[in-house]
């Protein structure tokens, strides 16, 4: 009993956590941009990546799959870090277990971030994506984790991919410091 109880405080402290300051470089996008986390409507979702922030596990992550028109997507602390091998970046999460699906009636509007899945609703992880606009048919599919308060003209000069899939072919922009703000 004391060991869960030890694991609940350890994943309710992040989340007084109210966002994350993203610094990114690359050939498209240099700057910092600021994300507010909804942990008021996705509170799991909100712990677990200023868990892994704090962690500094989102460092050195490149940005993998960039669809001009719709969003950029991040976040593979597994495969996605810079200088590793890419061709899996996309495929993995954290140690940490995937999440539930918080979904709420937030749309996804520009620049609303969203955590990445698969087809299962509840198997978010660690990836996270950032909408360049609306994108309405993800309302009620994906959860709503924060918003881009500053920066979006950072998230805008993102390299973009190639094809359908958005993939990012040569060298990709990436997270080079992610922190927990208050």
Same mark, same amino acid.
């Given at each position: 009993m004391r060991k869960l109880a030890f694991v609940l405080a350890l994943l309710a402290s992040p989340a007084a956590a109210t966002g994350l300051s993203i610094q990114i470089e690359g050939d498209g996008a240099n700057g910092t941009v600021v994300i507010d986390l909804a942990d008021d409507i996705a509170p799991g979702h909100a712990a677990q990546?200023?868990?892994?922030?704090a962690e500094g596990a989102y460092d050195g992550v490149v940005f993998h799959?960039?669809?001009? +028109?719709?969003?950029?997507?991040?976040g593979d602390v597994e495969f996605g870090k810079m200088g590793g091998n890419m061709s899996r970046a996309g495929t993995g999460g954290s140690s940490?277990?995937?999440l539930k699906a918080e979904f709420s009636d937030v749309p996804f509007e520009r620049g609303v971030v969203g955590m990445a899945r698969s087809k299962d609703p509840n198997s978010a992880n660690s990836q996270f994506f950032i909408m360049f606009a609306p994108g309405y048919f993800l309302n009620g599919q994906y959860t709503?984790? +924060?918003?881009?308060t500053e920066g979006m003209d950072v998230v805008d000069a993102i390299k973009r991919g190639k094809g359908r899939t958005g993939e990012v072919v040569g060298?990709?922009?990436?997270m080079?410091?992610?922190?927990?703000?208050?």
């Open positions: 990546i200023a868990a892994l922030a799959r960039v669809i001009d +028109g719709f969003m950029a997507q991040t940490r277990p995937d709503v984790v +924060g918003h881009v060298k990709p922009d990436v080079t410091k992610v922190t927990v703000t208050d």
